[in-house]
């Protein structure tokens, strides 16, 4: 096409060499097509070279070597200990919640932030922090 549209649009060609006239005048043209064609086959080639190369992996993961068996455990002079055939009784803990009067009385609040602290002469006084707990029947004498 594009010598055919150089041949047409020529308004004087030679008659000696009609080809070459044509030639001299769209040669840039021609060779980026020519550049573009070189392209085009060399990118197919690369591609078809991968493509060969990518299917004659082998896509099956190489089994793991087997594993050799434990060695022997060296040999003891002194024979395993058998345990008795029944066992010795045990004291098994309780699991009930103790009294309500021996349980431990929280300072300060779960998760509270507060940072009173009573000075040493008045610890006694207080078995629950006044600040987390106003109204606590621990803080306040029966009197």
């Not at 150089?6 to 043209?29: M, V, Y």
């Not at 980026?32 to 070279?49: H, I």
């Amino acid at each position: 096409q594009v010598w055919s549209h150089e041949i047409d649009t020529a308004s004087e060609l030679n008659p000696n060499a009609p080809l070459g006239q044509a030639f001299l005048h769209c040669d840039r043209a021609l060779s980026r097509l020519q550049r573009s064609v070189n392209s085009t086959q060399r990118n197919y080639r690369d591609a078809l070279r991968e493509l060969e190369r990518l299917q004659s992996l082998d896509l099956d993961p190489p089994a793991p070597p087997p594993q050799e068996p434990p060695a022997d455990p060296p040999l003891d002079p002194q024979p395993p200990e058998t345990e008795p055939l029944t066992p010795p009784t045990q004291f098994v803990p309780s699991t009930s919640v103790p009294p309500a009067s021996k349980a431990r009385i929280p300072f300060h609040k779960r998760g509270s932030r507060c940072l009173f602290t009573p000075r040493e002469e008045f610890k006694s006084k207080y078995k629950q922090c006044p600040v987390c707990f106003p109204y606590s029947k621990y803080n306040h004498d029966p009197e």
